[in-house]
């Protein structure tokens, strides 16, 4: 009886680490319309996302340690780990993201055509992680 006790704690325990590192809170500014595609794009990949409007994104941005070149329209933080999505970031590039903690942020800089939320997934998107080096092509 103590094992299954013992298993389903762990289960339990593993579901909410799971939920935790899934959940997303993006702030975007209220005027902009891409945001909302990209966080459409995050929810159909299983991730749970809270937006929060803002018309003050420059704060956000420099609370959170974003690097000003790496910048784009809306900026995600990981609930459960921290780390930062800068931009139009795909849902397979913050799954990387997530399998490496020592990553804290990964941006796609600007608002790239090819980037969910702007157009379709080309191949030839670069995200980088924010000393600016390549970090997926999606």
């Avoid at 956000?60 to 340690?65: A, N, S």
Wanted: hydrophobic share 40%.
């Amino acid at each position: 009886m103590k094992i299954w006790l013992t298993v389903a704690a762990l289960a339990a325990a593993s579901s909410f680490a799971h939920a935790a590192e899934n959940a997303i809170t993006v702030y975007q500014d209220p005027n902009c319309g891409c945001c909302n595609g990209w966080v459409e794009h995050m929810l159909e990949s299983g991730f749970d996302v809270t937006a929060i409007k803002t018309t003050d994104m420059a704060s956000v941005k420099q609370k959170l340690g974003v690097p000003m070149k790496l910048s784009s329209c809306h900026t995600g933080v990981v609930d459960g780990t921290g780390q930062i999505i800068e931009g139009h970031v795909p849902a397979s590039a913050v799954n990387k993201l997530l399998a490496d903690s020592s990553v804290k942020g990964v941006s796609a800089p600007g608002m790239p055509l090819n980037s969910p939320g702007m157009g379709k997934l080309d191949g030839n998107l670069v995200t980088v992680d924010f000393a600016g080096k390549p970090f997926s092509r999606d």
